[in-house]
């Protein structure tokens, strides 16, 4: 396979080049899933695409699979129908910092908490790219936004940590800089039978990295570069060590009853039951 | 020639030109990525992998993407 072929593969005809800004870090995140849909050697009708707004939400428009450009932090609402619907389905949540912890916050750990077999690949770029560089619960604390030009007060949400207190099964950060990780990462949670979530390290040069004088776009793939630690490796790590590092690779892993089979269980026990 | 270069989705940013370890590439006065030096070009795909705008490509099969 060439790769050129490969992305023109799962890509709408006509849609590139694609809206994002010289730089962003989404399109290289966006390359890797497909590179891991390619892997899962599954059909494209099997598979179903489904995001919320922002940035990163603008990628189903130019995948070529069964999408929905859903409202903003309903990706997994929406998505939880479709595999409910359609459980033989293959179903991937595109969707960002903001969307998926801010305004979908309370999908994001029900979704977690019940178990339910599907993807979700999170774009963090830090910021509300879309809207003007608002902060985001995923923006380090101190960093300036344009709603915080002094710097933010509030701390970040560890996400994966959020997700495997909330039940989910796979959780895992990648990176736009360690992309071909990141492929693996993905590839591992849509193989894996629950929820996952994969967090992928962006970078949004124009927008948060102006803001807060973090250099050009090489530069801030460079600081996921030198900043990242393999999960096993950052155990290690005393906390003064730990400050300004982040953890990538799989960071959670565990077995649980999966929604969408259970749930066929009760379908099962109901018709019996009640003699339909 | 193992480079393709999709001129119409390029954006400039030069993060190809800053990874790549052979000095192959560089940026145009018109703000595109332009080939330099093509027989330096190793392959190593450091350019494709990162590139956020699928404007550059190996010309070479990949076993595993």
């Known amino acids: ?276 | 020639m193992s480079l393709k270069i999709i001129e119409a989705r390029c954006k400039g940013c030069g993060i190809c030109v800053a990874f790549c370890p052979k000095q192959v590439l560089g940026i145009s006065e018109i703000e595109k990525v332009k080939i330099l030096n093509a027989s330096a070009c190793i392959t190593c795909r450091q350019c494709e992998t990162r590139c956020p705008d699928f404007a550059i490509f190996i010309t070479e099969p990949v076993p595993t993407p």
């Open chain 1, 1 to 276: 396979m060439f790769m050129e072929q490969l992305i023109e593969k799962y890509f709408r005809p006509g849609r590139l080049p694609h809206i994002w800004c010289p730089g962003c870090a989404n399109g290289i995140i966006t390359g890797a899933l497909v590179k891991a849909i390619y892997r899962t050697g599954l059909d494209k009708d099997n598979i179903a695409v489904v995001s919320g707004i922002g940035c990163s939400s603008r990628a189903s428009g130019y995948l070529d699979f069964n999408t929905v450009h859903s409202a903003h932090g309903r990706a997994l609402p929406f998505a939880t129908g479709i595999k409910l619907a359609a459980p033989q389905m293959t179903v991937i949540v595109i969707t960002g910092d903001g969307d998926a912890a801010a305004i979908g916050g309370n999908h994001f750990i029900h979704a977690a908490r019940r178990n339910i077999d599907l993807t979700v690949l999170l774009y963090n770029n830090n910021t509300y790219g879309m809207t003007g560089g608002q902060y985001s619960p995923l923006t380090p604390t101190n960093s300036k936004a344009s709603t915080a030009p002094y710097g933010t007060v509030d701390r970040p949400f560890d996400l994966a940590a959020l997700a495997r207190g909330a039940g989910a099964t796979f959780a895992a950060r990648g990176s736009a800089f360690h992309a071909p990780m990141l492929v693996d990462l993905i590839l591992s949670g849509i193989r894996h039978k629950g929820f996952s979530l994969v967090e992928a390290v962006a970078s949004c040069p124009i927008s948060y990295g102006r803001q807060n004088k973090l250099g050009d776009a090489p530069a801030m793939l460079k600081w996921q570069r030198d900043h990242a630690v393999p999960a096993a490796a950052y155990e290690k790590l005393n906390d003064e060590q730990k400050a300004d590092k982040f953890p990538i690779g799989v960071l959670h892993q565990a077995d649980a009853p999966e929604y969408t089979e259970e749930y066929a269980k009760i379908i099962a026990r109901a018709r019996k039951e009640g003699g339909h």
